[in-house]
């Protein structure tokens, strides 16, 4: 009989760590949702424009909110860096970041801007991918001798990318590219000139693979 109840008390012991481990989860997991959803509140005020349905998942890192404007949609996963840059030392730029509706940001994307990056409607963004209208110098012997942080920051012309893209894990968007609607971008791409609608472009730098 002592058994049985030692065996039922193990059981009982057991059954309820996990239900409290279950509710645990579930409670902080409820607390961080409605945390990323007070925080996705605080930022819809800082940024020039913003539609319904704004979310952004924390850590995330905003430069410049009053020069981007995003539609209706919006989601990003964590580790989003969003920069619209308007003085870098001495230089002082006019950067416009403009994102449509539907649009969808993966984990640890990078965009920075120093002139205009648009991102059109129903574009999705996989994870770990660069998107920038600038660089560091040029590629001249007199820049290469300046320390890379004292460079001026150069700019080949605005980042374009039309509606319903898709942009593959790791890719890089390199400044005065545009990208035509419903594209796709290879992963671990390095984009360095226009690329047609319905291409599939992949490499580096990245070629055309299919044109449909």
């Not at 902080?28 to 349905?53: D, P, Q």
């Not at 990056?117 to 001798?145: K, M, P, Q």
């Not at 472009?201 to 070629?207: D, E, F, T």
Request: glycine share 8%.
């Amino acid at each position: 009989m002592n058994k049985l109840k030692m065996i039922i008390g193990n059981i009982l012991t057991v059954w309820i760590t996990g239900l409290s481990k279950i509710i645990r989860l579930k409670f902080l997991n409820k607390i961080s949702v409605n945390m990323n959803k007070f925080r996705s509140l605080i930022i819809k005020r800082e940024l020039k424009i913003v539609g319904i349905n704004f979310f952004i998942q924390s850590p995330y890192h905003i430069v410049g909110p009053e020069c981007i404007s995003i539609g209706d949609n919006f989601s990003a996963f964590g580790g989003l860096r969003i920069e619209a840059i308007r003085r870098y030392f001495h230089e002082a730029f006019t950067p416009e970041i403009i994102i449509g509706n539907n649009v969808s940001i993966n984990y640890n994307c990078h965009i920075g801007c120093v002139n205009k990056i648009t991102i059109g409607n129903h574009v999705l963004i996989a994870s770990n991918v660069f998107i920038a209208d600038h660089f560091h110098g040029e590629t001249s012997r007199i820049s290469l001798e300046i320390p890379p942080l004292q460079r001026t920051i150069s700019s080949k012309g605005p980042v374009i990318i039309e509606d319903c893209v898709l942009i593959g894990e790791g890719a890089a968007i390199l400044s005065g590219v545009r990208i035509g609607h419903n594209a796709v971008i290879g992963a671990n791409a390095v984009v360095v000139t226009d690329v047609p609608p319905f291409a599939v472009v992949g490499g580096v730098p990245a070629r055309i693979l299919k044109q449909s």
